[in-house]
């Protein structure tokens, strides 16, 4: 899995997007993006993933940059239950490979 | 998607002594991962279960410390031997779906070893 950098900690006003940003620069041509989320006291959660188009669900987008260096994962509507630690990773497969968490940003939601 | 259960959901031990976490899935999966999450630490994997052959252990993970059983398709287990206050963790078992690019988690085990 290529290494990924992310700020240890961002702070986010509810009801404003949040924007978690993560840098991949080494991501190899068929590892996907992918973003994490773990609410303290359980298990992760999966958000999204991407290759290099960017992506929506109805949790959260993912913009990809053209080189594929950087990502961002934004929440547009941040609410107090989106505190938690995100987790961005680069792996050729999340599903039946292993994942490698770094340390994650966490995020906390202000009132 | 996946629904993961673990059991016993928190439990302290005592130093010396051992504990199994079982995992439950509600569908069948190939593969299994176990984790562990030191307290303030991110997830470090530490094998990797698939129903019918053994467990891949991860550098610094043993099946001595860490023996696991992954008896069917829906089901694992993770020993936790001879434990010590280091052990103190909490454990998560994850699955990946055939068809699927992500990983579910179940919900941790939460151990204290006294």
């Known amino acids: 899995d290529a290494k990924t950098t992310q700020p240890p900690s961002m702070d986010c006003a509810e009801g404003r997007a949040a924007n978690l940003p993560c840098n991949h620069s080494?991501?190899?041509?068929?590892?996907?993006v992918y973003w994490y989320r773990q609410i303290h006291s359980q298990g992760p959660q999966y958000i999204i993933h991407g290759l290099k188009n960017n992506e929506t669900n109805e949790m959260a987008s993912l913009i990809i940059t053209e080189d594929r260096k950087s990502s961002t994962l934004i929440l547009p509507h941040a609410t107090l239950r989106d505190t938690a630690v995100y987790y961005c990773i680069a792996t050729h497969s999340g599903g039946y490979q292993k994942v490698t968490f770094g340390i994650g940003t966490k995020l906390q939601v202000i009132p | 998607s996946a629904v993961i259960s673990q059991k016993p959901s928190r439990d302290i031990c005592q130093r010396g002594t051992s504990l199994t976490i079982q995992c439950q899935v509600d569908s069948q999966v190939t593969m299994m991962f176990w984790y562990r999450q030191q307290p303030g630490q991110s997830l470090t994997l530490i094998a990797t279960?698939?129903?019918?052959?053994?467990?891949?252990?991860e550098s610094g993970f043993v099946i001595d410390k860490f023996p696991i059983s992954r008896p069917n398709l829906t089901f694992s287990t993770l020993t936790v031997s001879n434990m010590s206050p280091e052990d103190s963790s909490i454990y998560l078992c994850?699955?990946?779906?055939?068809?699927?690019?992500?990983?579910?988690f179940g919900p941790g085990t939460r151990l204290t070893v006294t």
């Open positions: 080494t991501i190899s041509g068929n590892e996907y």
């Open positions: 279960a698939n129903q019918g052959s053994e467990a891949t252990y």
């Open positions: 994850s699955v990946g779906l055939a068809g699927t690019y992500e990983q579910y």
